[in-house]
């Protein structure tokens, strides 16, 4: 129930280019940062023990029942029983689990880049008995049709710091079209890109909306905990603004069915943030004050018949 990780199976060298924008978007071609995806890899897989550790996510009251979905996304989501549903970019895997252990029927497959997340998620799998429908893949967002199985899923679920780690967003969005069957669906909830640009220490803009170049981070720690000593910290993410996403998505041959926006984030995102009596972080205020949405959610169906013009 927070930022995931994610990557493409290749590592382009420098040089290789990279479209950094949509339409109107800033009309330049950057590059990826060499060893990037590794730099990434290496960062999450050391996460993944003490992530299972923290208080954030706090393993210990999920396996006494603690929900890990937001009730928003469960009202969104509706009833999934005899469905099966790609979770990609799961990381430890307990929205997976959550799914599953409230919808019968449902079965679900996570996919994650890291080998310890998958291998701590189908080991909590197994505690909790629901291996028999919750089953853990090592793998990658661009061969998730290929790994899972094409066409062969009713619902593909991910997000809450997800498509920050994919540096093409019309790469993933193929990827999730290509893992529905004919009239299933995409459900994305997400930190909103508004969040990305405000200043960390006050209420204001610090950052620019329209940047979508490779943004490298070298902190050490994790949201989760971040006094936990670590050694692999470099890493790098990308700023997806609205219009990029709902591009890529159109692009796949989805087609949008409605895209909702929060008020309140699920982590301390920002430091003047206030934390509310159900545990979300909102802008100080309230209704009211200025606001600006900190999450969002999002479904887009694939077309019970294959459109002619989707974007290979």
Known sequence: MA????????????GSPEHTSVGSYTPTVSTLPPGWAEANRRMWDERAAVHVRSGYYDVAAFKAGRPAVEPFEVDELGPLGGLRLAHLQCHLGLDTMDLVRMHPGLEAVGLDFSAPAIEHAAALAAELELDGRARFVHGTVEGAASVLGAGSFDVVYTGKGALCWLP??????????GLLRPGGWLYVCEFHPVADCLDRSEPRVSCDY???????LDDPG???????????????EWHHPLPQLFDAILGAGLELRFFHEWDHTLFNQLAWLERGDDGR?????????????LMYSLKAQKPEAEPSGARP
Do not use: M, Q
């Open 3 to 14: 930022p995931a990780a994610g990557l493409w199976a290749d590592d382009p060298a420098a």
């Open 168 to 177: 093409d967003l019309r790469r993933w969005a193929n990827e999730c079209a």
């Open 210 to 216: 329209f940047d979508t170049g490779a943004i490298a």
């Open 222 to 236: 994790s949201y989760a905990d971040r006094d936990a000593p670590t050694e692999h910290n470099l890493r790098y």
């Open 281 to 293: 972080y909102r802008w100080p205020g309230g209704p009211g004050g200025g606001r600006l949405p």
